[in-house]
């Protein structure tokens, strides 16, 4: 199975920016950000496929977040901007050899997460 560590996560006003790194043992098809709030189902947030690149965003962070990757160091960002409290959650990243996209259920690799807290 593939590793990943997250990090880069913290606390934050609105409107501010956070940028969160994963860090894999290893090349993946797609890997993706998902979060989950308290009592919430984990949603997908956004993904990238390794080798066309294509993305894919939930319509709630369009605009304001970023996914990227760097192949060479086997690491994925997301770039958070303009962050709201809606926004506070547990967000984990998550690697697929399946498909590429946001559904949960395709991903079979997981971190252990980081935090981002939005104060108002």
């Known amino acids: 199975h593939m590793q990943l560590v997250e990090s880069g996560g913290g606390s934050v006003q609105t409107g501010g920016s956070l940028r969160l790194s994963c860090a894999i043992s290893?090349?993946?098809?797609?890997t993706a950000w998902f979060r989950q709030a308290p009592g919430q189902e984990r949603e997908g947030v956004a993904a990238?496929?390794?080798?066309?690149?294509?993305?894919y965003y939930a319509d709630s962070v369009k605009g304001r977040f970023t996914i990227s990757r760097d192949n060479a160091k086997n690491t994925v960002y997301l770039q958070m901007n303009s962050l709201k409290p809606e926004d506070t959650a547990m967000y984990y990243c998550?690697?697929?050899?399946?498909?590429?996209?946001?559904?949960?259920?395709?991903?079979?690799?997981w971190g252990q997460g980081t935090q981002v807290t939005v104060s108002s």
């Open positions: 290893g090349y993946t098809y797609c």
């Open positions: 990238v496929s390794s080798g066309t690149r294509r993305t």
């Open positions: 998550a690697a697929t050899s399946v498909t590429c996209g946001l559904r949960v259920a395709v991903f079979s690799d």
